[in-house]
């Protein structure tokens, strides 16, 4: 089964950046699409970003669209999420996800999901 490991959250101010990275490390498919979800406190988990493998083809969320950048090294079957312009709103934990996607924004979709990162934004 795939294995998927996330890094990179921490405690920032509004304005600062993070950049998210999320380790494929066992069966990775070429098929497959990555994703960004994240699930702030008392709140349903939503989706972020994701992108294809195969194609490099990218997809983001109107709440993030020109602060927040999905990305891949594809050598090493890893996936970024440049975060900049951070917000408060933004706080959440950050889940990466894979899987054999043909809607991209539906989690129900992704067949495999790394544990998060805490990603806290203060004012």
């Known amino acids: 089964q795939v294995q998927l490991v996330e890094s990179g959250g921490g405690l920032v101010q509004a304005g600062d950046s993070l950049r998210l990275s999320c380790a494929a490390s066992?069966?990775?498919?070429?098929?497959?699409?990555m994703g960004w979800f994240r699930q702030a406190p008392g709140k349903a988990r939503e989706f972020v970003a994701a992108i294809r493998w195969s194609s490099g083809s990218t997809s983001h969320a109107d709440s993030v669209k020109g602060r927040f950048t999905i990305s891949r090294d594809s050598a090493k079957n890893t996936v970024y999420l440049q975060m900049n312009s951070l917000k408060p709103e933004d706080t959440a934990v950050y889940y990466c996800a894979a899987g054999w996607v043909a809607t991209t924004t539906k989690e129900n979709q992704y067949d495999y999901w790394g544990q998060g990162t805490q990603v806290t934004v203060s004012s």
């Open positions: 066992r069966g990775f498919s070429n098929s497959y699409v």
